[in-house]
Nanobody
Framework: QVQLSESGGGLVQAGGSLRLSCVQS????????MGWFRQAPGKEREGIGC????????NYAESMKGRFTISRDNAKNTVYLQVDSLNPDDTAEYYC???????????????WGQGTQVTVSS
């Protein structure tokens, strides 16, 4: 069974950067598409982007292009989310997810982590 565990969240000042990690345990990591989502208080979970299991092709939500970078290390069963130029609007719980299709909606993924909190102070 696929299990996902995020880390790297925390409190950061506006303008700073964070790199979130998500480690998968269970079946073959390299066969999964990995996605990142976030959910701010009182808002729906929104897709940030995903990285495919073929040639590491990435796909980002239009509003997320430029400051968010997803990468993966199959040797470490880990996917990363680099976030630059953080601002208070980025405050949210960040989730990784595993599936078979590199989409940007919740229904594209079968397995989810518990999330890691990112708080950006102004």
């Amino acid at each position: 069974q696929v299990q996902l565990s995020e880390s790297g969240g925390g409190l950061v000042q506006a303008g700073g950067s964070l790199r979130l990690s998500c480690v998968q345990s269970g079946p073959i990591f390299s066969g999964n598409v990995m996605g990142w989502f976030r959910q701010a208080p009182g808002k729906e979970r929104e897709g940030i982007g995903c990285i495919s299991n073929i040639r590491d092709i990435t796909n980002y939500a239009e509003s997320m292009k430029g400051r968010f970078t997803i990468s993966r290390d199959n040797a470490k069963n880990t996917v990363y989310l680099q976030v630059d130029s953080l601002n208070p609007d980025d405050t949210a719980e960040y989730y990784c997810a595993a599936g078979l299709f590199c989409g940007l909606t919740i229904k594209d993924y079968d397995h989810w982590g518990q999330g890691t909190q990112v708080t950006v102070s102004s």
